[in-house]
């Protein structure tokens, strides 16, 4: 299972900025059992996650290899169907870049709101991580790519690999209470600086990411048909 860390650990590192998980836990840190209730919410998000893994591992995979084995023909020999998929995607694509931020930054407002309603407490915050991490799956892009990876290295004990990425993944935020306890609530206002250039930089980081990846697949459509051969 080695060889998959080689892509796997630069998804993770992508995935780990997560702006609604930092900025729950630094939000947890300011009630009543600061350090108890931010694990329990980084724990539930956790949990959470590895659940939501394992069930599209087991609960999707079979739904989507007709369609996964299309597109990787697709890749070794395009027809024009393949092209038409592409230019619509590509369009697809270019729409999100328009409306990404908006949707994330309403989803981010989600997050806030949850968390400000939610009752104190080591249950009810670990409920809450695992909450957040529920309404964030839609905006799971590289944790699906780590999924899809461990497929195409043909990962004999996915669960393994999933706990694994998972145990990675919430070692960071696993750090942000055990700051607390060693430097106070100084870490809090740390927390908060760090959050925003996170939120402010995925503000136009992911719109461009998705009007770089539509522009491709439409240019690859238009000299498809004006040529006959796409970009690549």
């Known amino acids: 299972m080695g060889d998959i860390w080689v892509v796997g650990i630069p998804i993770l590192l992508v995935d780990v900025i997560s702006p609604v998980l930092l900025a729950a836990t630094a939000l947890a840190l300011t009630g009543n059992r600061p350090i108890a209730n931010s694990f329990a919410l980084i724990l539930g998000h956790t ?71 939610h009752k104190e407490g080591v249950l009810p915050s670990f409920m809450m991580g695992a909450t957040l991490c529920v309404v964030g799956m839609p905006f799971a892009v590289p944790y699906f790519g780590f999924i899809n990876e461990m497929f195409r290295f ?63 697949f439409v240019a690859d459509a238009i000299k498809f048909f004006l040529t006959g051969t796409g970009l690549v």
Do not use: C, H
């Open 154 to 216: 043909n990962v004999a004990s996915k669960p393994l690999g999933l706990l694994v990425y998972n145990l990675f993944y919430a070692l960071p935020f696993m750090l942000i209470p055990l700051g607390y306890a060693l430097m106070g609530k100084s870490v809090v206002e740390k927390l908060k600086a760090l959050n925003q250039f996170i939120s402010a930089t995925a503000s136009w980081f992911v719109p461009l990411l998705f009007g770089v990846l539509g522009l491709a």
């Open 47 to 117: 949990f959470a996650y590895f659940v939501m893994g394992i069930l599209i591992v087991y609960g999707l995979a079979e739904l989507l290899t007709p369609v996964v084995d299309f597109v990787v023909k697709g890749f070794v020999d395009p027809t024009r169907i393949n092209f038409i998929i592409g230019f619509v995607l590509g369009l697809v694509l270019l729409a999100l870049a328009v409306r990404v931020s908006t949707s994330a930054e309403m989803e981010k407002q989600s997050a806030r709101s949850e968390v400000n309603q």
